[in-house]
């Protein structure tokens, strides 16, 4: 059973189009994530949502928009592709901080790699 | 900020020890250790707590100066499965772990 799945696993584009990346976990975890991942292996995170509601929005271009239909899902939109999107999309989840704020592990889907031409 | 690694990377032979430090200018709440094989996802190693509490795998020891906001991860008696890059990620009072750049690990037989 894998945890956190990503699909395509590669995605390859051309300038202009939108594609749809779509991520699931059977973890039972509350909170999922979006990280990008450059090609000098940079991983910054993107977005976070905890029980469907966005909670950390970093400086992304509007041309990103997350959605999360429900805790196990997270997908990803990408409207208007540029040569810079090219990269892999990391999706990622964990248990959400306990009442002591003690953080959780993330467990981390098998990356999308997008290419835009 | 990003947290600073060092080094950036290492190349050891089999059995071995190396250490991989991670510095933040900032306060911090918790570091975060992962390491990422090539093609591959970054896979959890450990979490240190402010306060003393980690959570992890019981073959990998770690550090966590609060006071000096570092923590450095050792491996010892290295194997060739440890290859990979390791990346440390900070964590403040925000909820979101920002990483460093990575230490590449490699492990000569």
């Known amino acids: 059973d894998t945890a956190v799945s990503q699909t395509p696993k590669y995605l390859v584009t051309q300038m202009g189009n939108d594609k749809s990346i779509k991520c699931e976990q059977n973890?039972?975890?509350?909170?999922m994530y979006w990280y990008k991942q450059d090609s000098k292996k940079f991983l910054k995170i993107m977005f976070s949502y905890n029980n469907k509601e966005l909670i950390i929005n970093e400086t992304v271009p509007n041309r990103f928009s997350p959605k999360s239909p429900d805790k196990a899902h997270l997908n990803l939109h990408i409207n208007s592709l540029e040569l810079g999107d090219s990269a892999v999309y990391f999706c990622?989840?964990?248990?959400?901080?306990?009442?002591?704020?003690?953080?959780?592990?993330?467990?981390f889907g098998p990356g999308t790699r997008l290419t835009v031409t | 900020q990003q947290p600073v690694q060092s080094p950036q990377a290492v190349i050891l032979r089999e059995g071995e020890d190396a250490v991989i430090n991670c510095s933040s200018s900032?306060?911090?709440?918790?570091v975060h250790w992962y390491r990422q094989k090539h093609g591959e996802a970054p896979v959890f190693l450990m979490i240190?707590?402010?306060?003393?509490e980690q959570k992890g795998h019981e073959k990998i020891s770690a550090s966590f100066n609060e006071k000096k906001q570092q923590s450095s991860l050792y491996l010892t008696a290295s194997q060739l499965s440890y290859s990979g890059t390791y990346f440390c990620?900070?964590?403040?009072?925000?909820?979101?772990?920002?990483f460093g750049k990575g230490t590449r690990l490699h492990i000569l037989p």
């Open positions: 240190l707590l402010k306060g003393g």
């Open positions: 973890l039972g975890h509350d909170t």
């Open positions: 990620g900070t964590e403040n009072w925000a909820d979101k772990i920002i």
């Open positions: 990622a989840s964990s248990l959400k901080k306990d009442f002591s704020g003690s953080s959780y592990e993330q467990y």
């Open positions: 900032k306060a911090l709440y918790s």
